[in-house]
């Protein structure tokens, strides 16, 4: 586990740097714990998670404001989700992670301020943190975690630069691959759903060489929650060791889907309907390559991953997914084994 002890910016220039997890500060005379951070892919055994937070989320936002279809939905039926369900929703899966002996960190408040949706504000691939340029109404999101940033040693932190445009929700590390969700201009400049752009996809390709960059473009509509797969995980997302979820329609182009088949073979993939896709069945989130956490009310999907020898924890997160987003959405792993 991490141990976290707040020090000044203005020391983190004069550490020691070697090979170890922690630095000597000479005008302190004492050992400074850095954040460990390290994540191959998305199931092995989780240890640090950064889940986000519904406390003074900024209640109901006027229509023109929100920035997904489902959202606008539930906006204009009057059942967008309320504060309190939220805040008790997430706060069953901080006990269910601790269960589990993860350490589980939470933003700092912003007030009036959405801070749910943790998984898109950075994210990490190896050994790097990465800092993407998201939504422009979103970008204060990311001082509600600046005091952990500033535990993570600097040299593991890449910024993205001006127009490269990434969201974590659509960055995927797998084994040899970095599947990644994204739309080429004509969609980018159209939708304000497309988050990940070309200029992100190569951002990518450069940074990480080692790994094969294998980019998918999403479908997308501003409008209608049915035909809009927000980010990748949103219709895609593998489990446990050589499995995955996927949901056909959520790709824009055919040969994407029949790839991800391809790669994992049709007998290890669960193939979600429309509905599904809509519910965030694909949304979930691994603790490890056994054990996933799930909605309650995926009956279909929870017995068919039980089918397959995984345990399954589920929990209510359905005022979450009226957000178009859920459990993988409103978490950020720093550290699995």
Not at 3 to 27: A, G, N, R, T, W
Not at 237 to 242: A, E, K, S, W
Request: proline share 4%; charged share 30%; with cysteine.
């Amino acid at each position: 586990m991490n141990e976290v002890i707040q020090v000044e910016k203005d020391y983190l220039s004069l550490l020691c740097k070697d090979d170890s997890d922690h630095y000597f500060c000479p005008l302190k005379s004492k050992v400074i714990f850095m954040l460990n951070i390290s994540v191959k892919d998305e199931t092995s055994r989780l240890r640090t998670v950064v889940l986000g937070t519904a406390e003074s989320f900024g209640g109901i936002p006027a229509l023109e404001e929100a920035y997904d279809p489902k959202s606008k939905q539930h906006i204009q039926a009057d059942t967008y989700p309320k504060e309190d369900d939220l805040i008790d929703e997430m706060n069953k899966v901080v006990d269910l992670l601790k269960h589990y002996d993860v350490e589980v960190f939470r933003p700092e408040i912003i007030t009036n301020y959405n801070q749910v949706f943790a998984r898109d504000i950075g994210f990490v691939i190896d050994q790097t943190f990465v800092r993407p340029q998201i939504l422009e109404n979103r970008h204060e999101e990311i001082n509600g975690i600046r005091y952990l940033v500033e535990k993570i040693n600097p040299d593991q932190i890449l910024e993205a630069s001006d127009g490269v445009r990434m969201e974590g929700g659509d960055v995927m590390p797998w084994n040899d691959y970095l599947f990644v969700g994204y739309s080429e201009s004509t969609d980018f400049n159209k939708y304000l759903v497309s988050r990940t752009n070309e200029k992100g996809v190569d951002f990518l390709r450069t940074h990480f060489p080692h790994r094969k960059v294998k980019a998918f473009e999403l479908k997308k509509s501003d409008d209608n929650p049915y035909e809009n797969a927000l980010h990748l995980d949103c219709c895609f997302q593998p489990v446990g060791l050589d499995q995955a979820i996927i949901y056909k329609g959520g790709f824009k182009n055919v040969a994407d889907y029949e790839f991800l088949v391809n790669y994992f073979g049709k007998d290890k993939i669960i193939e979600i309907t429309k509905e599904e896709m809509y519910d965030m069945n694909s949304n979930v989130f691994s603790i490890s390559p056994e054990v996933v956490i799930s909605e309650q009310s995926f009956s279909r999907l929870n017995g068919l991953l039980k089918d397959r020898g995984f345990k399954v924890e589920t929990v209510k997160y359905s005022e979450t997914s009226k957000m178009e987003g859920l459990l993988r959405c409103t978490t950020l792993p720093l550290l699995r084994d």
